[in-house]
């Protein structure tokens, strides 16, 4: 198995808990979920038309969502957690780590063009997010679309120099690539900023 797939199937494991057994929320429950928050579901239906968004400041109603939707990724709720992200986003469009969130659960449940939009979206709010660019550019390098998934790397190290994974991706192009000199230079600083990088 090549270096790329090593590295990211670890991630793709890591995330395969109980996803499968999980059922989405229906839109009864998310609104139950609201309600139980103190977000009633007419203040909820309101909150798009009577929001004011400050920049990227999100609404009350969209925060709230946001906030539920964290709780249950920390029960392992990955599809009922999108739902939160979901309906955080609708309240307030540009609600940038909403829109990461949902994309990094997209991700979790395996729903890999899901993501990339959310991914895409994010990157078009806050364009220099180090984060995102690198989670793009890893789904890009899954599919074998190496040379795009290595413009998002680049692009981290542009703006963040010191960014341990963007250093292990571009180590993983490449090997991938059988270039093992460029290899070793990006692995070895990989691990000198963060010496468990090949192990997350």
Request: hydrophobic content about 35%; cysteine-free; charged content about 35%.
């Given at each position: 198995m090549s270096l790329i797939k090593n590295l990211?199937?670890?991630?793709?494991?890591?995330d395969k808990k109980t996803i499968e057994n999980e059922k989405p929320m229906s839109a009864t429950e998310v609104s139950r979920e609201l309600e139980l928050m103190g977000v009633t579901i007419n203040a909820y239906n309101g909150g798009v038309k009577n929001m004011k968004m400050g920049g990227n400041a999100p609404s009350k109603q969209a925060l709230e969502a946001y906030n539920l939707g964290t709780q249950l990724v920390s029960k392992e709720k990955y599809a009922q957690a999108i739902e939160m992200f979901k309906k955080a986003v609708e309240l307030s469009p540009n609600f940038t780590d909403a829109h990461y969130n949902l994309a990094k659960n997209y991700e979790r449940i395996r729903s890999f063009e899901q993501a990339k939009r959310e991914y895409e979206i994010v990157l078009?709010?806050?364009?220099?997010?180090?984060d995102a660019l690198n989670n793009l550019g890893v789904l890009y390098a899954m599919e074998g679309r190496l040379e795009k998934a290595k413009e998002l790397?680049?692009?981290?190290?542009?703006?963040?120099p010191d960014d341990a994974l963007a250093h292990r991706n571009l180590a993983a192009y490449f090997k991938e690539k059988?270039?093992?000199?460029?290899?070793?230079?990006?692995?070895?600083r990989a691990q000198e900023l963060d010496k468990d990088i090949f192990n997350k």
């Open positions: 990211f199937k670890k991630r793709e494991n890591n078009g709010l806050r364009e220099f997010d180090a790397f680049d692009k981290v190290l542009k703006y963040s059988g270039n093992m000199e460029m290899m070793n230079k990006y692995a070895h």
